[in-house]
T-cell receptor, first 114, second 112 residues
Framework: DAKTTQPPSMDCAEGRAANLPCNHS???????VYWYRQIHSQGPQYIIH???NNETNEMASLIITEDRKSSTLILPHATLRDTAVYYC???????????????FGTGTRLQVTL | DTAVSQTPKYLVTQMGNDKSIKCEQN?????MYWYKQDSKKFLKIMFS???????INETVPNRFSPKSPDKAHLNLHINSLELGDSAVYFC???????????FGPGTRLTVL
């Protein structure tokens, strides 16, 4: 029941920007877009999330299209340590007091190379 | 200081045994989760507790029983282990009103 579609794999040269796309054409008005990553043999790591505005933090930027049907995670200067599986997840709003959950898909395996 | 810790890191056991995995978080969060990641790397939520109360219970065999003695701890007990239970189990925590979850390092369970 994945709500998102991501390319299975991408390559990026170290020092370049990594742009990871995600389609979520059935997203509803109260659903957020979350990005997590999982470096080999580690637990998933939260990166960023957004509703409709673009967001930036110390790790990445999130660009959400105006119709909210797709988004792009941008790692501005990829390093070898960014090699991981990146998951794009849409989730119910957690702000209404009801329990919400993350449903992980298959993600995009990003390989950063020298 | 580890934010979310799990013990043990590795667990190898025979079919039919009962085992427990422990999780502790020192982030002051009120919500904790158990996830299972199988050999194909699919990561699925199993349970979620908020302030020691079960709030999410996915379709999980009743051989799996979570227990939350306090909001900083969520343990997972598994009875009558089966081969298909072999997986990596991740604990996570968050504030209730957010999906910014912090994950532990995982427990790799191998059932022989």
């Amino acid at each position: 029941d994945a709500k998102t579609t991501q390319p299975p794999s991408m390559d990026c040269a170290e020092g370049r920007a990594a742009n990871l796309p995600c389609n979520h054409s059935t997203i509803s008005g109260n659903e957020y877009v979350y990005w997590y990553r999982q470096i080999h043999s580690q637990g998933p790591q939260y990166i960023i999330h957004g509703l409709k505005n673009n967001e930036t933090n110390e790790m990445a930027s999130l660009i959400i299209t105006e119709d909210r049907k797709s988004s792009t995670l941008i790692l501005p200067h990829a390093t070898l340590r960014d090699t991981a599986v990146y998951y794009c997840i849409v989730s119910d709003t957690p702000y209404t007091g009801t329990a919400s959950k993350l449903t992980f898909g298959t993600g995009t395996r990003l390989q950063v190379t020298l | 200081d580890t934010a979310v810790s799990q013990t043990p890191k590795y667990l190898v056991t025979q079919m039919g045994n009962d085992k427990s995995i422990k999780c502790e978080q020192n982030l002051g969060h009120d919500t904790m989760y158990w996830y299972k990641q199988d050999s194909k790397k699919f990561l699925k939520i199993m349970f979620s507790y908020n302030n020691k109360e079960l709030i999410i219970n996915e379709t999980v065999p009743n051989r799996f029983s979570p227990k939350s003695p306090d909001k900083a701890h969520l343990n997972l007990h598994i009875n009558s282990l089966e081969l298909g239970d072999s997986a990596v189990y991740f604990c996570a925590s968050s504030d209730f009103y957010t999906n910014e979850q912090f994950f532990g390092p995982g427990t790799r369970l191998t059932v022989l």
